[in-house]
């Protein structure tokens, strides 16, 4: 079994900073690109920033240039700083990985996502 959480959520005051983390566990041989996506009431769940298993980075417009995602490959987590938040970045935040695990000596490939985390922009 492998297992997604984020955290870091919270309300914060618009130009503010939040900083989230998605650590995974289980038993994980290898995690592969990571997503951070964000579903904001009444709006489709959208691609914030990915990263790949080298650390190639991408990014919405949206979030150019405020958002930063990184990894710690030791630690299983990956990171979104996010700074000079505005209200339009409110959204519950998801993280989706692609991870290789084993099960027995069986190794796998497959999507997880994490349960999700509130970022809340607001004076």
């Known amino acids: 079994q492998v297992h997604l959480v984020e955290s870091g959520g919270g309300l914060v005051q618009p130009g503010g900073s939040l900083r989230l983390s998605c650590a995974a566990s289980g038993s994980i041989v290898s995690i592969n690109g990571v997503g951070w996506y964000r579903q904001a009431p009444g709006k489709e769940r959208e691609l914030v920033a990915h990263?790949?298993?080298?650390?190639?980075?991408n990014y919405a417009d949206s979030v150019k240039g405020r958002f930063t995602i990184s990894r710690d490959n030791a630690k299983n987590t990956v990171y979104l700083q996010m700074g000079s938040l505005k209200p339009e970045d409110t959204a519950v935040y998801y993280c989706?990985?692609?991870?290789?695990?084993?099960?027995?000596?069986?190794?796998?490939?497959?999507?997880?996502w994490g349960q999700g985390t509130q970022v809340t922009v607001s004076s």
């Open positions: 989706n990985a692609g991870v290789t695990a084993v099960t027995g000596d069986i190794a796998y490939e497959r999507d997880y």
């Open positions: 990263i790949t298993s080298g650390g190639s980075t």
